[in-house]
Structures are given as structure tokens and as C-alpha cells.
């Protein structure tokens, strides 16, 4: 089995409800995001998958969250945009972008600090 990672961010702005006082304010967040992907089997190539691939597929989601206010997003109206629901959303995502078959997303990891992180393994 061979995991292969794709380290990006974003900068965004959300709220919460009934978290921590603090967190219930807007705020923002200059999130990073770890993107890991699985696979068995090498290409002719000798790799999973190119990491260019990935990579573009990364940009695209990070497009779609960057300079946002999460709250106003479409998957984000019934959903808390935290970070754990934010990894989700990523994942889902970027499971429909990946083209290669018999490769997916292993886990997704939203940092929204230093020094706080929340991880979705799949």
C-alpha cells in the first residue's frame, strides 16, 4: 500500500455555534491542509499517481474555500464549517476530483493553528 501527501492552505473566515464563547464570533483562520491519498498499485510510471495531478485537484478546493466566509457556502448552511467538517468536505470533494481508479483518500488533516489540528480518516 503506498500513501502518498499533498501540504497546502487557505485563508478563511467562520463562526460557530455553541462551541467556545470565543469561537462563536466571526473569526478567521489561516488554515493548512494536509491531503493524503491510497493506493496498491504503481503506474508504468512507477508512482501512484503524479503528484501534479493532486495537486491540481488540491487547487481547485482550495479555490473554492479561500477568502471565504465558510458559513455562506452551500455545504456549509446546515453544516458547522469546523475544522472536523471542513476535512469531510474535503475529502467527499476531492474523492470526486481524483481520476485515477483504485485510488482515494486516506485521511484529511485541517490545521487551524500551530498547534490545533482535526484529522478524518477514511
Known amino acids: 500500500m503506498f500513501e502518498l501527501k499533498v501540504v ?3 485563508a478563511a473566515a467562520h463562526k460557530l455555534q455553541m462551541v467556545a464563547q470565543k469561537c462563536e464570533n ?5 488554515w493548512k491542509i494536509e491531503t493524503s491519498v ?3 498499485k504503481l503506474n508504468d510510471a512507477g508512482v501512484l499517481i503524479d503528484f501534479g495531478e493532486i495537486k491540481v485537484a488540491v487547487r481547485e478546493l482550495m479555490e473554492r ?3 471565504k466566509y465558510l458559513n455562506e457556502l452551500p455545504y456549509f448552511e446546515n ?3 469546523s475544522s472536523e467538517n471542513i476535512a469531510v468536505y474535503l475529502a467527499d470533494e ?3 476530483l481524483i481520476k485515477e481508479k483504485n ?7 485541517v490545521w ?3 498547534n490545533a489540528c482535526a484529522t478524518y480518516i477514511l
Open 8 to 10: 497546502t492552505d487557505f
Open 26 to 30: 466571526l473569526h478567521g483562520h489561516n
Open 38 to 40: 491510497i493506493g496498491e
Open 65 to 67: 474555500l479561500d477568502h
Open 79 to 81: 453544516v458547522p464549517p
Open 94 to 96: 476531492m474523492n470526486k
Open 103 to 109: 485510488i482515494r483518500v486516506s485521511r484529511i488533516r
Open 112 to 114: 487551524e493553528s500551530d
